[in-house]
């Protein structure tokens, strides 16, 4: 058990003298944030769908350009709204 000791310090010294250490955190850090915003970018892509159905079957089609412009500037509208309310939230939470 002393040699297991042993080689665990020994692989503590090569992680501080290289800083790999902290280059491992780095890694996992960076790798957590890059799924997190893969599993965003699908959802988002998810609910742009959803809400092009429920735009079709309120305003019918979406294939010129005017209907477009209205399905960005709604869904824009919609966005803030929502981020607005949901800061509103986070700021009592944090009171």
Do not use: C, P
Not at 2 to 25: A, M, P, Q, T, V
Not at 38 to 64: C, E
Not at 88 to 93: A, D, E, F, Q, T
């Amino acid at each position: 058990m002393d040699n297991n000791l042993g080689k665990e310090s020994e692989i503590e010294k090569f992680l501080e003298k290289y800083e790999l250490r902290k280059f491992h955190y780095d890694f996992v850090e960076r790798m957590i944030i890059l799924i997190i915003a893969g599993l965003g970018l699908i959802t988002a892509l998810a609910w742009d769908d959803a809400f092009k159905d429920i735009f079709r079957i309120i305003f019918g089609s979406i294939s010129d350009w005017q209907s477009k412009l209205i399905y960005a500037v709604i869904l824009t509208t919609f966005t803030v709204f929502i981020t607005v309310r949901l800061n509103k939230i986070v700021k009592k939470r944090k009171k």
